[in-house]
Structure formats: structure tokens, C-alpha cells
């Protein structure tokens, strides 16, 4: 009764978790799809319906909040590398510690756009953080990649292609529908319900890529420390922010992407080196639910009016008109 009540009340984590376990049970015909860039269809399915539930004012007070924008952009590029660096010493040396050192090059995770949108959040900061992130990523992860390691290979403009296709013309396409055309409260419910679809069918297609072994044990501990790390990063960079910007500033930084980190890893170390990703990808997107569903029910329990009955003064007077004779 209580799980049951839980999940209720968490809707996107548990359609996520359940998501989950078909795409582990299901690996052949849902890796089929994957290979079949069943992902990035789904990636911009996900930033259109995540972009066209974003108002115009929005925008307009996200670019209020640029002090906010800059102070992400700049953690991710510096603290978030050298933290996946730290936490890839966990993992012995080889195609794995590779795959886990890629995690904090990339940019945040397409998906915290939607989370953030299902949080309460500024989705409006988010996009433009996902912008912000992943140009700078593609600017100076090849750097990062030659200083700690000494190589890396280079496959930036088909990332850059194939982000301009899964992110910017979605995004853009999504942001000029909502200007032009008035949305309705039930056009913004279906665009939310399409959101959380995608994300719940993006992570069966990433765990049918997985495939568990004992050697996992090391790379699942070392990337749970670092999205940890990354939440305590963006929980630190929202702690003197309007709620709404502190939603937003916590999930950009916490989920990274790892389809990108998996393109990066394979570029600079071989294929071999992308098995964590997928581990990755679906601890962030359970992580980003599980957030999200936790920041709009406190959201929630705070704004949600006082009940007559238990205002100050009310009882007494209740009580006086029982008494008073009839």
C-alpha cells in the first residue's frame, strides 16, 4: 500500500523504473532500435514537447538570471572534469576508467530541460544552459581530454551536426510554436505527458545497451559518487536563488549527457570505452525524475493554502456558534 501510494505520487520515477526493467528484459528488439537512432528521435521528441511548454516571458527573465547561466557554464567546464578524473581512479585502469572520464566533459543532459519543467522549475534557464553547455563542451573537451591523458581523437563536427539536428531545431521549433500560437491548458498537458513518454522510452533504449557483469561493480560506484557530487555542485549553486532558478541549476549540473559522453569516449579511446555510459544514462534520468518529483510536491506542500478550519481564531468561533443558543 505504501509503494503503491509512493509511486503515485511520483509518477514520472515510476514509469522510469519500469521502463527500466523492460528495457533490461527486452534487450534485442529495443537495441535494434537503438542502433537505429531510435535515441535521437527520441532526444527531440523530448526537447519539442519539453520546448513548447517554455512561455515567452520565461525566456525573457532567464536572461535576467545570466550571473546564473555563467556560474553553470563555468562549473562545467572545470569542476565537473576534474571531478569525473577523481572518481575515474576508483575503476582500474583501462576501456572503463576511459568511459568514466569522459562523464564530466560533457554537457548537461538534454533531458534536464524536461525534468526541470516537471520540478517547477525555469526550463527557460535550463535550454539555455543545454546551449551554453554544449558549446563550450565541444570548445574545450578536446584540451581537457589531451592535458589528463595525453591523446585524444576528435569527431566535433559530427557532434556538432548531430546536436544541431537532436537539440537546436527541436528547441527553436518548439520555442517559435509556443510564441505564435496560444497554448491551451490542455495542449500543455499532452506536451508534458509526451515529455515524460520520451524520457520513460529513452531509458528502455538505454538499458537494453547494457550488459552487467562483475566488472560494472567498480564503474557503478564510481559513477554514483560522481552524480552525487555533481548534485551536491548544483545544490551549492542554487542555494541564493529564487526556487524556480535553483531547480534548474541543481538538474542542469547534476545530469550530464551521456550520449555525448559516449561520442567523446569513443572518439578519444576507442568504442570499448562507451560501455559506462549507458550504466550512466539511466542512473541520471532516475535520478532527474526522482528530483524532480520530490522538488514539485515540496513546491506544492509550500504554496498550498491553510485550510479555513485551522486558521487563528477560526475554532473558537466555530465553537461559539455550536454553543449559542438556538
Keep these: 500500500m505504501r509503494l503503491r501510494a509512493l509511486l ?39 526537447v519539442f514537447a519539453t520546448a513548447v511548454t517554455i512561455e515567452p516571458a520565461a525566456l ?8 546564473s547561466l555563467l556560474a553553470a557554464l563555468l562549473v562545467g567546464v572545470t569542476v565537473l572534469p576534474a571531478l569525473s578524473w577523481a572518481v575515474s581512479r576508483m575503476v582500474p585502469a583501462g576501456a572503463l576508467r576511459d568511459g568514466v572520464l569522459a562523464v564530466g ?23 539555455g544552459v543545454l546551449i551554453g553547455s554544449t558549446v563550450a563542451a565541444l570548445a574545450v573537451a578536446g584540451p581537457i581530454l589531451a592535458l589528463e591523458v595525453g591523446h585524444a581523437g576528435s569527431a566535433a563536427t559530427g557532434i556538432v551536426v548531430n546536436l544541431a539536428l ?6 527553436a521549433a518548439g520555442i517559435a510554436l509556443r510564441d505564435r500560437v496560444r497554448a491551451t491548458a490542455r495542449a500543455e498537458r499532452a506536451a508534458s505527458r509526451t515529455a515524460v513518454f520520451a524520457v520513460a522510452a529513452l531509458v528502455a533504449l538505454i538499458a537494453a545497451e547494457v550488459h552487467l ?26 542555494t541564493r536563488a529564487p526556487r524556480r532558478l535553483a531547480a ?32 550512466y544514462g539511466i542512473l541520471v534520468l532516475i535520478w532527474g525524475t526522482a528530483a524532480a518529483g520530490v522538488l514539485r510536491r ?10 479555513t478550519s485551522t486558521a487563528p481564531g477560526t475554532a473558537r468561533r466555530a465553537r461559539r456558534r455550536t454553543t449559542r443558543p438556538g
Design 298 to 307: 515540496r513546491d506544492l506542500g509550500a504554496t498550498s493554502p491553510v485550510p
Design 105 to 127: 566533459l560533457a554537457p548537461c543532459e538534454i533531458a534536464s530541460v524536461a525534468t526541470t519543467a516537471m520540478a517547477g522549475g525555469e526550463a527557460a534557464l535550463a535550454a
Design 248 to 279: 534548474a541549476l541543481l538538474l542542469t549540473t547534476s545530469m550530464r549527457d551521456f550520449a555525448i559522453a559516449a561520442a567523446m569516449a569513443t572518439a578519444a579511446f576507442g568504442p570499448p570505452a562507451a560501455a559506462p555510459l549507458g550504466l
Design 166 to 171: 537532436v537539440v537546436a531545431l527541436p528547441l
Design 213 to 238: 557483469s562483475a566488472s560494472y561493480a567498480s564503474v557503478a560506484a564510481s559513477l554514483a559518487v560522481f552524480l552525487l557530487g555533481s548534485a551536491l555542485v548544483g545544490w551549492l549553486l542554487g
Design 60 to 67: 525573457r527573465s532567464a536572461a535576467r538570471a545570466w550571473r
Design 8 to 46: 503515485a505520487g511520483y509518477p514520472e520515477l515510476a514509469a522510469v523504473l519500469a521502463a527500466a526493467v523492460i528495457g533490461l528484459s527486452a534487450q534485442r528488439p529495443l537495441a535494434w532500435l537503438a542502433a537505429r537512432q531510435g535515441i535521437n528521435v527520441l532526444l527531440a521528441v523530448l
